[in-house]
């Protein structure tokens, strides 16, 4: 390993690392400057987080929390103690990492930047009040305090009820027809109905014809009365056995329709049944605050003729235009004589939200609003607004570890990016950065190269020195990267087929007509919000997946939450070209599973195999296990005392509850006899911890498990361990693994692939397989669309659209089209710079 010290640099300039041990980093020594923009790279799986997250991270952080109270710790979501010998010379460190924001939509991007604080203090000290309203306080302006939150709907903004036509749809059905379909459909529903027999209701006569009274109690009443039931019996049997006080089968509690639906809704800790009921609600605007979620005396009062829910909808680059003259004073003759103290409030307040506001937008996040919630935003965007938070607080003396904060960026906005980060630097910090965006790499004052390799072939540190000491490391696949190439393609593919759209419109795609090629790969680029998403994630998937009458997987899945936002209905039509595609597939970022218990081998399907590989041995065939004998979910196979979870939880007091290993079973997840069994020597929890590499030249003599595990390699996850919990996942890692159980199946032509963004998270040597796999879709037959910043990829295209010209209102046009080298003639295109150096 090179390790360079420039002359004249002290080393308690450096933080040292010694013995480092973490994950695959093999006994590292390594010393990195302070005061430094510092690029950890390598491909993924080398190492690089490990290093400067699971190392340098979790041990300034272990520190720091060792002098807070053990009180105080336990609120802390603390990382494991890092497997390393020593580190000197380590300040305080704060982490910005690649994380899905907060689930609810309460959480907004004012909340998480803090903003929202600001515009509440303006509007309470500085707002125009109504004549004889009294002074309403900052938290008053708030919709998630009681204080401030409209009445009506509780400051969500939205009505969420019941009414007849919801819960019964077709009213010729009788209620033993179930006609009430929001009721339970099994016993529960059963028991309703012969609850309303005993209360004297005719349960087979059409709905409709009963009396209107009757039918408002049934579905609407808050009573719950409890009555004597007859199983099974007819309604006049039903009489006669109240008649004659025969004893019941049970005693039945009556519950409303409108009463199961709500109750079920806000209770119910299944997701299942939560969707199965949310169907029967109506979500409508709220009447009282329409759609605001504040009380009206909050509303009442404007600043800059906007109420405080109107000002948080415009985008942060509107707030800039609305706060400068403020922030510049230039009202402030005007409202000094009437109100001095108004003025000079809302001068500094308005100064310190553009100094905030500035940050954002330098950081291409302009086209944001304040009321935009988190569980709707990249975690790249997430992770520039927590930097502008970080920017803005004026630290000194800190490490900041970021993780791939150019992930979702154009490269004219990765430049902005930059500037925030020198910014940073020469306020007196250190800047240690996990990226493989060569942009962010030809910046940096050191680079620390990790590899060669991935997995159990990496954790070496190749390179640690200047960035122009690289091109000498003849092991690093970094250094043939760092200066842009042209990229070798083969002809451009002519589309025969095209796909028409006409008046798109979703979010800021107004009124688009646009043509997608059919049988090639084509790229959608833009600057960060001009409408990328929008138009392809969005729009496209929608108006494809309504003409296929298909439905899409995250559809079926979406948890009927208690959404502020009303779901925007995309609109346009598709004129041409659906006769050329018969299935869709959209390759998302969104997780392979929920729970440890689903892992890559489970995905992908190969642990089907793996599993009858074993029980194909014959020890096991002596015994009589089956391949459900493997599988930890199965309880003849795993692991009685952790139930194949692999590890417990330890409950400590006064400390967070941390998980060990099982102590039966050692982390195996199953149990001594299953371990037993071996195939080629390995017994299967042997098996589940090797990587995708160790896997493919394991099982070398098994066509159908190579030919599994080379895909997984060709598009980059050959460091990823088979029994990797889908928890610990990335976005990018988890859609590479949706892509290669795609390219696993047989192809069978005219299917059309979304992909947004499938290079987040890779290495540019990854990177060129990942086009490799595209090009194998569409050489057999299929149509790749991709929306993607990265250059190698739109260079490698077959057709480019270019959008923008800018972000929100400023983007939603097709600025350029056609292919990679005409769009980098283009000179409207923000993209075309950037893409000539690659053509």
């Not at 938290?139 to 009820?161: L, M, Q, V």
């Not at 059919?518 to 997946?545: E, N, R």
């Not at 460091?719 to 159980?741: F, M, N, V």
């Amino acid at each position: 390993m090179k390790s360079i010290k420039p002359s004249g640099f002290p080393l308690n300039d450096f933080v040292q690392v010694r013995g480092a041990k973490e994950h695959n980093l093999k006994n590292i020594d390594v010393d990195i400057p302070r005061n430094k923009l510092v690029v950890f790279t390598g491909i993924s799986g080398s190492g690089k987080s490990s290093l400067a997250f699971g190392t340098i991270y979790a041990e300034a952080q272990r520190r720091y929390l060792e002098s807070v109270s053990p009180y105080a710790r336990r609120l802390f979501n603390q990382m494991s103690v890092p497997n390393v010998q020593s580190i000197h010379g380590l300040p305080p460190a704060v982490a910005l990492q690649q994380s899905r924001g907060g689930t609810t939509v309460r959480s907004t991007v004012g909340s998480v930047t803090t903003i929202s604080n600001l515009l509440r203090m303006l509007y309470s000290r500085a707002g125009d009040y109504p004549r004889d309203q009294s002074i309403i306080y900052a938290e008053e302006f708030s919709p998630n305090t009681p204080e401030g939150a409209c009445p009506k709907c509780h400051g969500i903004g939205r009505i969420y009820d019941v009414t007849e036509k919801s819960m019964v749809p077709d009213d010729s059905l009788s209620i033993r027809e179930r006609a009430i379909a929001a009721w339970p459909s099994a016993w529960q529903g059963q028991n309703l109905r012969e609850i309303l027999m005993t209360l004297g209701f005719d349960v087979d006569r059409p709905w409709k014809d009963l009396p209107k009274k009757k039918r408002e109690w049934i579905l609407f009443t808050d009573e719950t009365p409890t009555v004597p039931v007859y199983s099974g019996f007819s309604m006049q049997e039903v009489q006669r056995a109240l008649k004659r006080e025969m004893s019941p089968s049970y005693m039945g509690t009556f519950t409303s329709a409108k009463r199961y639906v709500m109750q079920t809704f806000a209770n119910t800790q299944s997701q299942l049944m939560k969707r199965r009921v949310s169907q029967y609600m109506l979500n409508t605007e709220c009447p009282v605050c329409h759609g605001k979620r504040l009380k009206k005396e909050s509303l009442s009062i404007k600043f800059a003729g906007y109420d405080i829910a109107d000002m948080s909808n415009r985008s942060l680059s509107q707030l800039m235009d609305t706060f400068v003259p403020y922030a510049e004073g230039k009202f402030l003759d005007k409202e000094k004589d009437k109100h001095p103290e108004k003025a000079i409030v809302a001068q500094n307040i308005a100064i310190d939200l553009t100094a905030r506001l500035k940050i954002m937008i330098d950081l291409g996040l302009g086209y944001l609003s304040l009321e935009r919630t988190t569980p709707t935003i990249s975690p790249g965007e997430l992770q520039r607004l927590k930097l502008a938070t970080q920017v803005h607080s004026n630290l000194f003396g800190v490490i900041y570890v970021l993780d791939e904060p150019s992930a979702g960026l154009h490269p004219a906005d990765t430049e902005a990016l930059l500037k925030v980060l020198q910014k940073l630097k020469d306020a007196g910090n250190s800047m240690f950065i996990v990226e493989h965006e060569v942009d962010i790499i030809r910046h940096c004052d050191w680079i620390v190269d990790v590899g060669p390799e991935a997995g159990t072939n990496g954790g070496e540190i190749l390179y640690s020195g200047p960035l122009e000491g690289l091109e000498s490391v003849d092991k690093s696949l970094t250094r043939r990267f760092i200066q842009p190439l042209p990229v070798a393609r083969k002809n451009t593919r002519n589309a025969k087929h095209w796909l028409h759209l006409v008046q798109v419109t979703r979010n800021n795609i107004q009124n688009l007509d646009v043509s997608f090629p059919l049988g090639v790969l084509t790229s959608i680029t833009g600057t960060s919000g001009s409408g990328k998403s929008s138009l392809v994630s969005q729009a496209l998937v929608d108006l494809v997946s309504a003409h296929l009458g298909q439905q899409l997987e995250e559809t079926k899945e979406a948890q009927p939450e208690l959404l502020q936002e009303e779901v925007v209905p995309t609109s346009g039509m598709i004129t041409e070209g659906m006769q050329h595609i018969k299935r869709l597939i959209r390759v998302d970022q969104k997780p392979i599973g929920r729970t440890p218990r689903s892992n890559l081998a489970t995905y992908t399907g190969l642990f089907d195999r793996v599993r009858q590989l074993f029980a194909e041995t014959p020890l096991a065939r002596n015994r009589r296990y089956d391949a459900g004998r493997f599988s930890f979910n199965v309880a003849k196979g795993r692991c009685a005392h952790c139930k194949g979870e692999g590890f417990v939880m330890v409950e400590l007091l006064f400390l967070p509850s941390v998980y060990t290993p099982c102590p039966t079973c050692k982390g195996s997840r199953y149990n001594d006899k299953t371990l037993e069994i071996k195939y080629e020597d390995k017994n299967i929890a042997e098996v589940l911890n090797m990587t995708v590499d160790e896997a493919w030249e394991f099982f070398k003599t098994d066509r159908s498990l190579t030919q599994s595990l080379g895909v997984l390699r060709q598009v980059g996850l050959g460091y990823i361990r088979l029994g990797q919990p889908a928890t610990e996942l990335s976005g990018g890692e988890a859609q590479r693994i949706k892509l290669a159980s795609e390219l696993q199946r047989t192809q069978r032509g005219q299917t059309l692939y979304i992909l947004d963004e499938p290079t987040t998270g890779l290495h540019p040597s990854d990177v060129e397989k990942l086009i490799e796999q595209l090009n194998f879709l569409v050489d057999a037959g299929n149509t790749v669309i991709t929306v993607e910043h990265d250059m190698h990829v739109v260079a490698a295209s077959d057709w480019v659209i270019d959008l923008g010209p800018g972000a929100g209102k400023e983007g939603g046009k097709v600025v350029a089209q056609g292919p990679a080298m005409e769009v980098a003639r283009n000179k409207e295109s923000k993209t075309a710079q950037y893409l000539s150096a690659y053509v």
